[in-house]
């Protein structure tokens, strides 16, 4: 078994890999007395791309998950290569009007997969995370993503203040969500190139970061609750943004 595997537990997960870019996969294992009609189909798919297929132990499932809740199925993969900040500017110049999601310190893995999944059906060009103050891309993080962890470009950077200081000279405008800013969402211009900086859990965005931001704004919120789930801002960040460039 080598060194950089990595683990995909659940249904869902599972499914997303074997549809979509299987060609990591090294192996699936699927609990031996399982008889959901969903793992023999998957068992099947993979068996038709010629991905070994093992029938395995629940105790055993239960190690390779570490804990996730895997469903009946776990696949071994290659782990993905790492980007790191030598790779924002090949992908900054492959897209005409990048977009750009900077996460400061997510570390809770359910909320990171969550916003590595709006972040793929909003269709960003990738999303940066700072390597010391954010949750690993783990097997928690695949099975919340629902696959779209395997999807999209995810790029860890040493020095996020530095990062974003160099993604503004590449011409990207950083809009940091803030519940404090004066400045509405949905007042702010996300049609060019931009990049939605979202804080962490409780915290939010650190002063570093918020004072690298281009502009400040909030999510308007009429009710009694004055924050939002970090992985519910988020969605509504990026897919006001993708109204905004469908127009």
């Not at 093992?54 to 071994?76: F, K, P, T, Y």
């Not at 993503?145 to 503004?168: P, Q």
């Not at 918020?210 to 960040?237: H, K, Q, W, Y």
Request: hydrophobic share 50%; charged share 25%; net charge neutral.
């Amino acid at each position: 078994m080598a060194d950089n595997d990595r683990w995909i537990a659940g249904i869902n997960a599972a499914a997303a890999v074997l549809d979509g870019d299987a060609v990591g996969v090294r192996e699936v294992m699927v609990e031996a007395r399982a008889r959901n009609p969903r793992l023999v189909e998957l068992a099947e798919l993979a068996r038709a791309q010629g991905i070994a297929v093992n029938r395995v132990g629940s105790e055993a499932l239960d190690r390779m998950a570490g804990g996730v809740r895997h469903q009946g199925i776990v696949l071994r993969c290659m782990a993905a290569r790492s980007l790191d900040e030598h790779d924002l500017d090949a992908l900054l110049a492959a897209t005409e009007r990048p977009l750009l999601l900077v996460l400061d310190g997510v570390q809770d893995p359910h909320n990171l997969g969550a916003c590595l999944r709006s972040a793929a059906a909003a269709g960003v060009t990738a999303v940066v995370l700072p390597k010391d103050r954010s949750a690993p891309v783990n097997a928690t993080v695949h099975k919340t993503s629902a696959g779209a962890a395997d999807r999209i470009s995810v790029v860890r950077v040493t020095n996020l203040a530095r990062t974003l200081e160099s993604l503004k000279q590449a011409g990207v405008w950083l809009v940091g969500l803030a519940g404090e800013a004066q400045a509405s969402l949905y007042s702010m211009d996300l049609a060019g190139a931009v990049g939605i900086v979202v804080g962490g859990e409780g915290e939010g965005l650190r002063r570093l970061t918020r004072e690298r931001c281009d502009f400040l704004a909030r999510i308007p919120m009429p009710g009694e609750m004055e924050s939002l789930n970090v992985s519910v801002a988020t969605g509504i960040a990026l897919f006001e943004a993708v109204r905004q460039r469908a127009g």
